[in-house]
């Protein structure tokens, strides 16, 4: 199986370490992932403020990237939910036949990392280790566009060392939403105030989603109010171990 | 008499006014908290015994058939209504619809109606056009009641008066009722019950007086030619059967096809609204019944609007709502600013999506605000009755919003930043430039260009190197001599 790493734009930039704990978990895990380096974004920011004719080179630049590869695994449910539902759409606004047929070809075979590894390799114990008091905010995409369910529950009970802590009103949208925490600021860290307040309520040290975008929202209202709890990626609790700790204090 | 919506703000300045209403936010979280868990536990009931899907199903393929039908719907409505003695209208738009309504009251040298709850009325500002005419339009509904007499706007499509508590609503009543009618006692409490019988009393005499009554409609069933209000007071059907004349404006889109089509919808209605199994009074009513009832039935059809939403391919869904308010009780952004802020009578995820479809995109600042007011995190369509799928359709706005000003002779800086973006993230080699610089952007962003962002959260800080370039440099982690440990 030809597998391909989609670090995501946000990743890339920002979070590094959340693409390197992807090939680490992955490799742990006996698959032998590559970084198709012509990728760059999935075109989200534009489709979801309304920039379709903008989206398109964006889009074309993802297939083009991803042709070829059996599986496409992306730590983000939003960028997954974006290739999987949104590039359709795009691809039929550019009036291009081969653009369409190719993201036919594409967008199915993009996994959020919880799919690919309970679905795909059919793993939930991926021998992880971490020693810490969590609790998991279910992004809105991963929850509702992609119905990831249960999977990043499933994966984080098996995880040695991990207290689980339930978080009240998990399905409540964080805010962050993309231009919206920008073109709607106020109203965002409304709805950011009161998932930080839920989060501090488990009495958790780590806060873990499968969405840095969202992460960077929630995580950067909680080091702005010296919360006294972190934002650490999904992937990067999975990837870590005794000998190779991933996730730990900055 | 209430105010009016004209010259509201765009969302997110009206938005931030509302946050800071520290009353409306309790109010809100408290109120949209109850009625989602009544709605919950009534979805499980549904579940245990069949399947709450297959009835969204259902209903949303009663109204979706009704709307591919539409003209054969209106014109088969015409005919079985004049048939049972009723009187149709047509009405093109709001302007159309108020005349006609004015004239009929008119006509019956009225100076006063009074109203059954109803959305479509105050969408065409038919109380404010009455009052212009010399009449005056009693609201007759609680909440509505509430709002009227408070000389305030709705904030919610069921519950209008959401935004106000039991000690304001004593207030109000204390001092306005004796300017319109029959005062409220003077020992008035803030107790409910107590709040509900002086309403009671003060408009008793209201419907014992007025010759005629002023309606919407739930649905309206083409087969039969009858007309439905779903309601939980029993005021509404006060309305409808006490006075001699009964006008109803109707929005084209509220036509189904059979008596049977009422089946799902009136199941899906109430669990979605009230959180409730069935609804209080469900009345019903086909034109003119001799000696029993209004013996003088108005029925007026309005498009305002509807037409052009159903000429959107992918808007047009948003007709099918049946104002239950579902999405607004489960929309995090309502939960928090309200409805006033949406600065229409449609507030929530469905007035972002309806006023738009309605109004038109590019027409003005504060609609074309709307589509944006949201995170799309999907729980409006989640919990929509008739499964509108509210999420795409702000997408699919959003994209008509910006083309709408496609041609601007001074583009927008956000125009310019989405092209630049455009370019970079067409190749992989420019955003890999790029990202070298992301310490510097970030720098930047924290002191100038983001404001809306760090006003309340930290920007991360910039990693070493991008993915990419650790990527390169150490072939993926592969090369032993540049390895490291994790963090």
């Known amino acids: ?45 534009m489709v979801n403020t309304g920039y379709l004719d903008e989206a398109v080179p964006v889009v074309r630049t993802f297939v083009d990237a991803f042709a070829g590869y059996d599986a496409i695994v992306t730590p ?99 805010g962050f939403g993309g231009t919206f925490a920008v073109k709607n600021a106020d109203t965002s860290i409304a709805m950011g105030t009161d998932k930080v307040r839920s989060v501090c309520g488990t009495g958790a040290e780590v806060l873990t989603a499968g969405d840095n975008s969202c992460l960077t929202h929630i995580g950067g209202l909680m080091t702005r109010q010296r919360a006294g709890v972190r934002a650490v990626h999904l992937a990067e609790i999975l990837a870590s171990t005794g000998s190779e700790p991933w996730g730990e204090r900055r | 008499m209430s105010g009016t919506f004209v010259g509201m703000p765009k969302f997110p300045v009206a938005a931030r006014a509302a946050l800071e209403d520290t009353q409306l936010r309790h109010n809100l979280a408290h109120a949209t908290s109850t009625i989602r868990g009544k709605r919950a536990r009534l979805v499980d009931e549904v579940n245990e015994v069949s399947s709450w899907e297959d009835l969204r199903l259902a209903g949303a393929g009663v109204k979706e058939a009704a709307l591919l039908s539409l003209e054969t719907q209106l014109l088969r409505l015409e005919e079985t209504l004049t048939a049972n003695g009723a009187i149709v209208h047509w009405a093109r738009d709001a302007e159309e619809a108020c005349r006609i309504v004015a004239t009929v009251a008119t006509s019956h040298q009225v100076d006063e109606v009074v109203k059954v709850k109803s959305m479509v009325t105050q969408e065409i500002g038919l109380n404010e056009a009455l009052a212009a005419a010399g009449i005056a339009a009693w609201e007759t509904d609680l909440a ?39 005062p409220a006692p003077e020992d008035l409490t803030d107790e409910p019950a107590v709040l509900a019988a002086a309403a009671r009393e003060h408009l008793r005499e209201k419907f014992l007086r007025a ?21 939980s007071e029993g005021n509404g059907r006060m309305c409808l059967t006490l006075p001699e004349v009964l006008i109803s404006v109707v929005g084209i889109e509220k036509v189904v096809s059979t008596w049977d089509d009422l089946d799902p919808l009136l199941r899906l209605l109430p669990r ?51 104002r239950c308010s579902a999405c ?84 927008k800086v956000e125009q310019l930043a989405f092209k630049g973006a455009a370019v970079a993230l067409s190749d992989a080699r420019r955003l890999g430039f790029g990202e070298r610089f992301t310490k510097v952007g970030l720098g930047v962003a924290r002191r100038l260009g983001a404001a809306a962002w760090t006003s309340a959260r930290d920007l991360p800080p910039a990693p070493a190197e991008s993915f990419r370039a650790w990527w390169k440099r150490t072939d993926g982690g592969r090369d032993e001599s540049t390895k490291e440990s994790g963090r």
């Open chain 2, 211 to 231: 010759r005629v009554g002023v309606s919407g409609a739930n649905f309206a069933v083409a087969e039969t030619g009858t007309l439905v209000v779903v309601e």
């Open chain 2, 272 to 322: 979605s609204s009230t959180g409730e199994r069935m609804n209080p009074y469900t009345s019903t009513w086909s034109g003119v019944t001799p000696g029993d009832g209004p013996q003088e039935v108005h029925v007026v059809l309005l498009d305002n609007g509807r037409t052009r939403a159903l000429a959107d391919q992918v808007g047009r869904q948003a007709l099918r709502c049946i």
């Open chain 1, 76 to 174: 983000s449910g939003s960028c997954a939910g974006s290739a999987r539902h949104q590039h359709s759409l795009v691809a039929k606004r550019s009036g291009d036949a081969a653009l369409q047929s190719a993201v036919e070809e594409v967008s199915p075979r993009v996994y959020e990392l919880s799919e690919f590894l309970v679905d795909v390799l059919g793993v939930t114990d991926v021998g992880a280790y971490y020693p810490h008091t969590v609790t998991y905010h279910p992004t809105c995409h991963s929850l509702r566009m992609l119905g990831v369910g249960e999977r990043p529950l499933q994966l984080l009970r098996a995880v040695r060392g991990l207290t689980l802590l339930e978080l009240p009103g998990a399905d409540q949208c964080c």
């Open chain 1, 1 to 45: 199986m030809k597998v391909a790493l989609m670090v995501t734009c946000i990743n890339d930039a920002l979070y590094p370490e959340t693409g390197r704990a992807v090939v680490a978990l992955l490799r742990r895990l006996g698959v032998d992932v590559e970084f198709p380096a012509a990728q760059t974004c999935c075109a989200q920011p």
């Open chain 2, 328 to 411: 607004l009780n489960v929309c995090p952004v309502y939960e928090r600013t309200g409805g006033h802020a949406y600065g229409s009578v449609y507030p929530g995820p469905i007035g972002a999506i309806l006023n738009p479809l309605l109004k038109g995109f590019g027409v003005d600042e504060q609609t074309d605000s709307l589509p944006y007011a949201s995170s799309l995190c999907g729980a409006c369509f989640e919990a929509c009755p008739v499964r509108i799928d509210i999420p795409s359709v702000l997408v699919d706005q959003r994209a008509k919003v910006v083309d709408a000003h496609r041609d601007s002779r001074v583009p």
């Open chain 2, 144 to 182: 509505e009641l509430i709002v009227q007499l408070g000389d305030d706007l709705p904030s919610h499509i069921l519950v209008p008066a959401i935004h106000r508590n039991r000690a304001e609503v004593r207030e109000i009543f204390l001092r306005a009722m004796k300017t319109v009618g029959r």
